[in-house]
């Protein structure tokens, strides 16, 4: 009445295939948190451009850093030209993409990232809320 099946069936072929090579999940994490947290310092340059200051250049020489540690030394992209984003928009993109990365990092436990990724949650919200650059708004709220 029914044909007999005469081959595999791809999804069983494909789960036990070895031809291409798999990530684990702390490889995938990794990859996301750099994403994350070298999209935070695309708009940290930006905002250093617009509003100069030593913690936003501090911030910046630190998320490069670990940038680089999660892609096994290689930098990340800098942005040289700022651009016509206003201020508050751009200090809310920083905190959400700050956010993201501190899921990740929390969810791989890299504390590091974890913590540089909170304290520049905390600057952006402080910089909204006072309407003073990143720089002045962590000092001004201690």
């Known amino acids: 009445?029914?044909?007999?099946?005469?081959?595999?069936?791809?999804?069983?072929?494909m789960a036990g295939t070895s031809d291409f090579p798999h990530r684990t999940r702390e490889e995938e994490l990794d990859i996301?948190?750099?994403g994350?947290?070298?999209a935070l310092l695309a708009v940290t340059d930006e905002l250093r451009a617009r509003t100069p200051s030593r913690d936003l250049d501090t911030a910046a020489e630190r998320l490069a850093q670990q940038v680089a540690r999660l892609r096994g030394g290689r930098p990340p992209v800098r942005a040289t030209t700022p651009g016509t984003t206003r201020s508050a928009a751009l200090h809310r993109r920083a905190h959400t993409l700050a956010g993201r990365a501190l899921v990740v990092a929390a969810s791989r436990a890299d504390t590091a990232a974890a913590i540089l990724a909170a304290e520049?949650?905390?600057?952006?919200?402080?910089?909204?809320?006072?309407?003073t650059p990143a720089?002045?708004?962590?000092?001004?709220t201690a």
């Open 36 to 38: 994350h947290l070298a």
């Open 135 to 140: 720089a002045d708004a962590l000092t001004a």
């Open 1 to 13: 009445m029914y044909e007999p099946i005469r081959t595999k069936s791809v999804h069983s072929t």
């Open 32 to 34: 996301q948190l750099a």
């Open 120 to 131: 520049r949650m905390d600057a952006h919200t402080a910089s909204l809320a006072t309407g």
